[in-house]
């Protein structure tokens, strides 16, 4: 391992490696930063060509964190390209990470959910009290806890929207929608990946759609289930997606 990389990752297990503005600053260092140069690469960018690195941190409710704007040079050609990136910073082996959360109005706002498959998961989210007695929890129903001809209403339908599903849960819309999800894993050592948005998709979505023995959601790598928490507040009743950032590290191995 880079002896530059070593020293890093030590400075910032020190800090605790805060927020994205590390990130930011690693990239604007470009020039003497191997581990900027190192993320580059990745990004198939050749070092020989860039004549500026700008990195900047995306404020608002965006999927992207950063910006990265690179200016290459080709055969006297000059061009700004810009990168928007997802940053995971994790501290653990392994962990969910909440990747979205939202009131089941704006989904449907997203995602125009048919109107009996929209009232399963007001039941499930707590929106509606149950509709039958002696459930798990008398607030909310378990999918478990509902008819098979629910559950396997909303699994198809989730089964057959996934793919939107999962681009606007990770990928977003718009000019801030990432192209990149890059995971540093910060423990002992420091561990980074980086990878393209699309293929980060696909990764996740490996898998079938269903119903766990908790009585929550699958989609492929993703788990889908009521936010809870908060006190008892309002809140609890959103709808949440997680996910394992330490799994997209397996991605090199398939």
């Known amino acids: 391992m880079d002896m530059d990389l070593v020293k890093w990752g030590s400075e910032t297990a020190k800090a605790g490696f805060q927020n994205e503005d590390d990130v930011v600053d690693i990239f604007n260092h470009w020039q003497t930063n191997h581990l900027a140069q190192e993320w580059l690469v990745a990004m198939n960018y050749d070092l020989n060509d860039i004549e500026y690195v700008r990195a900047e941190k995306i404020k608002g409710s965006y999927k992207a964190d950063i910006q990265v704007q690179v200016r290459i040079t080709i055969k006297l050609k000059s061009l700004v390209d810009c990168q928007n990136i997802q940053v995971k910073l994790v501290s653990n082996e392994k962990g969910f990470n909440q990747i979205d959360k939202r009131w089941l109005a704006r989904y449907n706002e ?104 908790q009585g929550n959601l699958h989609l492929g790598k993703i788990t889908i289930q009521r936010k809870g928490g908060d006190g008892g507040r309002e809140t609890a009743k959103m709808l949440q997606f997680k996910l394992d950032p330490i799994e997209l590290f397996k991605i090199d191995e398939q």
Not at 153 to 165: A, E, F, P, S
Not at 186 to 193: A, C, D, G, P, R
Request: proline fraction near 4%; charge should be positive; hydrophobic fraction near 40%.
């Open 110 to 213: 997203l995602w125009n959910i048919p109107d009996d498959v929209y009232k399963i998961l007001q039941y499930y989210t707590g929106e509606l009290l149950p509709y039958k007695p002696y459930t798990k929890d008398s607030r909310r129903m378990f999918l478990n806890e509902m008819t098979s001809e629910e559950q396997k209403k909303l699994v198809d339908w989730v089964d057959k929207n996934k793919y939107l599903i999962v681009s606007d849960i990770l990928k977003g819309r718009g000019k801030f929608a990432a192209e990149w999800v890059l995971v540093i894993q910060k423990t002992y050592i420091l561990k980074w990946v980086l990878k393209p948005i699309n293929l980060v998709m696909n990764f996740y979505l490996q898998g079938d759609v269903g119903i766990t023995r």
